[in-house]
């Protein structure tokens, strides 16, 4: 450790040691363990903020669930990052962000239909931000809901939302749907990455053989060959 770093930390468990509720002191050693990804320190320090509730203008309660929330996340305890985004949503409205947090936290726990809920919830809130209808259309894919799933990616394309995440769903719903020219078309949109994988490559090469070009079903199924 740097002996400026080391001065400062030292300095701020000083003021702990006399304050251990001094929210600034707090907040910025959790910041420190946070960026040298030492979590269950900055956790500690987080929920000291919290337990003595002494907030700034600065470092506000929903701050601090917010980082708690993104620290779960990315430690893989999505529960306890769905809790303290659901705190954060008792006491004032959701951003965007905040309810796509919730979408993605919700079918990791198994809660599918609590997942369709918050969805619908934000697309009223939120009606021209189209994400919301793409992660609709993911659930609903992953449901074998094909029909719903593909008219939410037509609606939020048509709300401006297109991505290669979309065009790759989409293509996967037309295959399932047996519309294989569109699928194709949906396919070949994609980045060279995408179409690296395997997975891919072999929808193509299958897509190709429905609609009988087989020279190009031969072509595509030998690079996975």
Known sequence: ???????????????????????????????????????????????????????????TELDVRELLADIYEQTGSPEKALQQTLEIKKKSPLTAG???????????????????????????????????????????????????????????????YSTAETDLLMGKICFVLQNFESAIQRFRKLPPEYLASEEIEGLLGQAFYRIKDYSQAESTLAQIA
Do not use: C
């Not at 002996?3 to 509720?21: C, F, H, P, Q, Y």
């Not at 919830?121 to 449901?143: C, R």
């Open 1 to 59: 450790m740097p002996t400026d770093e080391k001065k400062a930390i030292d300095m701020l468990n000083t003021v702990l040691s006399m304050d251990r509720g001094n929210p600034e002191a707090n907040w910025i050693i959790a910041h420190y363990h946070l960026k040298k990804k030492w979590y269950v320190l900055a956790l500690m320090y987080l929920h000291d903020i919290l337990r003595y509730g002494r907030y700034t203008e600065k470092i």
């Open 98 to 160: 905040q309810f796509k947090k919730i979408i993605r936290l919700q079918p990791a726990m198994g809660d599918i239909s609590g997942a369709k809920k918050t969805t619908n919830e934000a697309a009223a809130v939120y009606p021209l931000d189209g994400e919301f209808l793409y992660l609709a259309a993911q659930i609903e894919y992953e449901q074998k809901e094909y029909g719903a799933a593909e008219d939410h990616i037509l609606s939020a394309e048509s709300k401006g």
